[in-house]
């Protein structure tokens, strides 16, 4: 019988220096083989159902779809690539979002290589791993106030788009955008929906 082949990676990361470093350290495990990189959320889609890796190596933060989402899309139509979440920002939201969206691993990006790679090997054997700071933080982080509703429509927003562009994006009628939103500013302090997105964000929420 034949020895098992090396874990199969797909690594995304938008920052190339980032990528670089991480699949350079990867590959120096023999047991380990990084056989695509992305840059953006899209990238990494189209990487998992080009590859179908083993293991599928996350930044939360990147262009376009973002790492749960990516997470997100694996879970649903790749179910045999398992997913590990990376992120620069220990921001308890994304933590719980990320592990929703189907991811089997947390890691923070201060994180020693060797321990990646360990992630890697128990992820990929069936396992999970939260950082131990990451998970003692969400424990005793306030709850997210604001309903599934309000936090989809504060992700529609932009820079420029009116009520109505976010109703098209969200199949919703405007005035019920509206309310949504002024709720939303109500929940979290903000004078505007830009500074409800903010806010939102900074508490890892969206």
């Known amino acids: 019988m034949s020895a098992p082949g090396p874990i199969r990676l797909v690594l995304a990361d938008d920052e190339s220096l980032t990528r670089g470093a991480v699949g350079a350290l990867l590959g120096m495990e023999t047991d380990l083989v990084v056989?695509?990189?992305?840059?953006?959320?899209?990238?990494?889609?189209?990487?998992?159902?080009?590859?179908?890796?083993?293991?599928?190596?996350l930044d939360v933060e990147m262009p376009g779809?973002?790492?749960a989402e990516v997470a997100q899309w694996v879970a649903a139509n790749e179910p045999a690539t398992r997913c590990i979440i990376l992120t620069r920002h220990a921001r308890p939201g994304v933590l719980r979002r990320a592990l929703a969206a189907g991811a089997a691993g947390f890691v923070t990006k201060s994180a020693p290589a060797t321990l990646l790679a360990d992630v890697i090997r128990r992820v990929h054997g069936g396992g999970r791993y939260v950082d131990p700071d990451l998970a003692m933080t969400a424990l005793m982080t306030e709850e997210c106030p604001l309903t599934d509703r309000e936090l989809e429509v504060l992700r529609a927003v932009d820079a420029?788009?009116?009520?109505a562009d976010i109703a098209a994006r969200v199949h919703l009628s405007p005035g019920t955008v509206r309310n949504y939103l002024s709720s939303a500013m109500q929940k979290l302090g903000a004078g505007s929906r830009t500074e409800a997105v903010q806010r939102a964000r900074d508490h890892g929420w969206l």
């Open 160 to 163: 420029t788009g009116t009520a």
């Open 35 to 57: 056989v695509a990189e992305a840059g953006t959320g899209d990238e990494a889609i189209a990487s998992v159902r080009r590859h179908r890796p083993d293991v599928a190596v």
């Open 65 to 67: 779809r973002d790492g």
